[in-house]
T-cell receptor, first 112, second 113 residues
Framework: DSGVTQTPKHLITATGQRVTLRCSPR?????VYWYQQSLDQGLQFLIQYYNGEERAKGNILERFSAQQFPDLHSELNLSSLELGDSALYFC???????????FGSGTRLTVV | AQSVTQLDSQVPVFEEAPVELRCNYS??????LFWYVQYPNQGLQLLLKYLSGSTLVESINGFEAEFNKSQTSFHLRKPSVHISDTAEYFCAVSVANAGKSTFGDGTTLTVKP
């Protein structure tokens, strides 16, 4: 157990639907990062939150949004889902700064 | 912006042989460098990191990496691999104190008996 908890582990949904992925960071970590891992694009950075505020944005589609709550857990919302959104979505956390991440075990999203 | 190039997508080796996984990076500012390992159906785990100080860093399971600023490289090495080292390895770079990391495409290390 890495200390970063992601739920659900697997999600199968239809095109056009909306899903929410949840992440609880390791205790004491203020930063949360979301990454998408797919076979054709590798690990792509989506977004970072630090202590409730958006800190950096990567290749995140407009159909996707995220937030970090006062208890530091984070949610990634994916809407109007397309087949191409099928991927592994990882959450990672770190203390302040960039001394390395602790990753969760991921959510495997399958859009059918 | 930073970028990472992992020069080999797949590296097959025999058990107890040495291995080197190559990583080059590009950045105009000071960086931190990382190697992560991903076993099948698991998340990534931090293997080792270079933040500052000694350019040679080691992990607890026998891997080491050397930061070479002049060649902008951070190659990962192990003198003798085990079957259990079979996994995908990712090199990553981040701007010092900036948080966000950019990952390479990964190198699949397959250790054969």
């Amino acid at each position: 157990d890495s200390g970063v908890t992601q739920t659900p582990k697997h999600l199968i949904t239809a095109t056009g639907q909306r899903v929410t992925l949840r992440c609880s960071p390791r205790s004491g970590d203020l930063s949360v990062y979301w990454y998408q891992q797919s076979l054709d694009q590798g690990l792509q950075f989506l977004i970072q939150y630090y202590n409730g505020e958006e800190r950096a944005k990567g290749n995140i589609l407009e159909r996707f949004s995220a937030q970090q709550f006062p208890d530091l857990h984070s949610e990634l919302n994916l809407s109007s889902l397309e087949l191409g959104d099928s991927a592994l979505y990882f959450c990672a956390s770190s203390p302040a700064g960039s001394s390395g991440y602790t990753f969760g075990s991921g959510t495997r999203l399958t859009v059918v | 912006a930073q970028s990472v190039t992992q020069l080999d997508s797949q590296v097959p080796v025999f058990e107890e042989a040495p291995v080197e996984l190559r990583c080059n990076y590009s950045s105009s500012v000071s960086v931190y460098l990382f190697w992560y390992v991903q076993y099948p159906n698991q998340g990534l785990q931090l293997l080792l990191k270079y933040l500052s100080g000694s350019t040679l860093v080691e992990s607890i399971n026998g891997f080491e990496a050397e930061f070479n600023k002049s060649q902008t490289s951070f190659h990962l090495r192990k003198p003798s691999v085990h079957i259990s080292d079979t996994a995908e390895y990712f090199c990553a770079v981040s701007v010092a104190n900036a948080g966000k990391s950019t990952f390479g495409d990964g190198t699949t290390l397959t250790v054969k008996p």
